[in-house]
């Protein structure tokens, strides 16, 4: 039988498992549509109102239940709209297939429609490349099986990430024969790497010498459903776990060996127990400057003299930032279970649950806490950060997926709000992407369609991708946006005053001559058709979620937030590299002398 490469491709899309299909339709990648038509019956559609929203779903997608997508465009602009996505999901290492179209292969460098072709003919691919894992260029039809295997390959083996497949027009509705299909699974990886035996020999005898041991958990943790393997040989142990942004919920967060976070908007508890281990296990973990204090000796890490195991399946991090004592390049699971079994074999386990070491954790935990109590108790109008996520966490489940894209609510919901379940909160770490917790919150939705599903985001952030509402409404994915209207670029205002002067703040503000100029994105909502409400008392937060999330619809919470500086948002706890100029005479002398104490 003889089919079109477009149906072809579909064919191998349904035969990898794939649920879902996220595009916009153009004049460069109609026979794919046409292809996805004829078999709407296997794979489902599901058409955004941008690009760069389409990659962001299919990211949320996965990280939801960790199952990739595929996502299509046209040629030109529609293709170059996803590098924004492209960007999130390769820096945070997340899988997915992006296929664009392309120029007709014997019309390359006339200058078509949409065509770039100044510097090299249909060039425009080669913009997306340095954001991707591998990515092809199909010439013939005889190409494509060979190229989707290697593609679904690519995005899983190894470090994940996203993968390209550039489609030409005439190729995609080129013929060939439907035996040209393969089975994946003959296609396919089956093992992850484990780890060199003596490396993880070595390492256990550092892990059971320690005396302040501290597990370091990072995104590649959850990335390789190691999360049970963490814990047991957490508690085999009796060490203190603190994880990154991307590592957090991998850990239970009330668990007695949790110390939270290290880093620069983190804990002071976090900080406390990794400056101070002597011995650290660091898994899936890039050390990003964010999470280290950018790398100021003494406020998150002290490597040296604390000794660093680091385990990670790309050998790239491995001493990039910090010297290693053991480095270990592997799956981080199957590194985890042949610890956990080295360390069972040559100690029993430990009394933790009394231990003085888990009363320093509780210790350091609580007075952790206690710091922002006066905030997140907070009963003033309009209400404090603080204040709606603590009301938000009181009412959820255990299983709501929280998501968050950049700034002051990213922040302090990674400081304040506990979570007890993996992948319940999922956040744009590495590329740190304004616009991504909407759409990434109707990916996750659509993967988890009984679980409630919520987006915290601010005003600036919803705005640039506020266009998905008509998405939610058209295909009815419940998901809800709590919006933190803090009317601007609140984060940076409160960053031009930490790292300048208070009369710093200049071009963050929504406003004309002193005057508030934003707009009502409770109403927005409603002309989408979409429930909004807007929420000014602390007393109707947690009325107006709770409504919302019974909806079983598309919903819009906008809170009113105080934008006083120090309620505005959550605590800095570590120095963080943001130059100073030399007019600001102290400030700079003492920017000078923190950068001075830095070592890379």
């Not at 060996?257 to 620069?264: P, R």
Request: proline residues 6%; charged residues 20%; contains cysteine.
């Amino acid at each position: 039988m003889t089919l079109s490469a477009s149906e072809l491709l579909v064919e191998m899309l349904i035969r990898e498992g794939l649920e879902y299909a996220i595009g916009i339709p153009g004049h460069g990648n109609l026979p794919l549509v046409d292809a996805l038509r004829r078999r709407r019956d296997q794979i489902t559609v599901i058409m955004p109102r941008h690009e760069q929203a389409a990659v962001h779903m299919a990211d949320g997608y996965y990280r939801a239940i960790g199952k990739p997508l595929a996502v299509y465009t046209s040629i030109g602009a529609g293709a170059s709209n996803t590098i924004i996505g492209l960007a999130t999901a390769y820096v945070d290492s997340i899988p997915l297939l992006l296929l664009i179209g392309d120029t007709h292969t014997y019309m390359r460098g006339v200058g078509v429609l949409q065509e770039v072709e100044r510097q090299r003919w249909s060039d425009l691919y080669r913009a997306m490349e340095p954001v991707v894992k591998r990515s092809w260029h199909i010439d013939q039809a005889r190409q494509l099986p060979r190229a989707v295997s290697q593609a679904f390959n690519a995005m899983h083996s190894g470090r994940p990430g996203p993968t390209l497949i550039t489609l030409p027009m005439d190729v995609q509705a080129q013929s060939i024969e439907e035996d040209a299909l393969v089975d994946p699974l003959l296609r396919r990886a089956h093992d992850r790497p484990a780890g060199d035996p003596n490396a993880l020999s070595n390492a256990a005898d550092l892990l059971l010498s320690a005396k302040r041991l501290v597990i370091v958990c990072g995104g590649g943790v959850i990335l390789s459903r190691a999360e049970q393997a963490l814990r047991a040989l957490a508690e085999h142990l009796g060490c203190a776990v603190v994880s990154t942004m991307q590592g957090k919920s991998a850990f239970p967060e009330d668990h007695p060996l949790y110390a939270w976070h290290m880093g620069t908007n983190a804990t002071s508890c976090g900080n406390h127990m990794t400056r101070s281990a002597d011995v650290l296990l660091a898994v899936g973990v890039r050390f990003a400057d964010k999470a280290t204090c950018s790398y100021k000796p003494g406020e998150a890490f002290s490597i040296p003299p604390s000794k660093l195991i680091h385990i990670d399946i790309d050998p790239a991090e491995i001493g990039k930032n910090y010297p290693v004592t053991v480095g270990v390049v592997a799956d981080a699971k199957s590194a985890l279970l042949a610890l956990l079994a080295l360390v069972q074999q040559r100690s029993a386990p430990r009394d933790w649950r009394s231990a003085a070491y888990t009363q320093e954790i509780a210790a350091q935990v609580s007075a952790w806490k206690a710091s922002y109590h006066r905030q997140s108790e907070s009963e003033g109008a309009p209400p404090t950060m603080g204040r709606v996520l603590r009301d938000l966490r009181a009412l959820l489940p255990e299983d709501a997926l929280v998501l968050t894209s950049s700034g002051n609510i990213q922040a302090q919901a990674y400081q304040e709000m506990a979570f007890t379940r993996s992948r319940t909160y999922l956040s744009a770490g590495g590329f740190s992407t304004m616009g991504w917790a909407y759409p990434a919150a109707l990916g996750a939705k659509l993967a988890l369609a009984d679980r409630p599903v919520l987006a915290l985001v601010g005003d600036g952030d919803f705005l640039m991708t506020i266009q998905e509402l008509a998405t939610a409404v058209q295909y009815n994915i419940a998901a809800v946006a709590v919006v933190f209207n803090n009317q601007g670029w609140q984060a940076i205002r409160d960053l031009q005053q930490i790292a300048f002067t208070d009369e710093a703040n200049y071009g963050t503000m929504f406003e004309r001559d002193g005057h508030p100029v934003t707009p009502n994105i409770a109403q927005i909502a409603q002309g989408f058709g979409v429930h909004g409400v807007r929420v000014e008392q602390p007393q109707d937060i947690a009325p107006a979620v709770q409504k919302a999330l019974a909806l079983g619809a598309p919903a819009v919470v906008e809170v009113m937030i105080d934008m006083t500086h120090g309620a505005s948002g959550g605590q800095g706890t570590g120095w963080w590299d943001v130059p100073v100029p030399g007019y600001l005479g102290k400030k700079h002398a003492d920017y000078l002398k923190a950068l001075a104490e830095v070592k890379l």
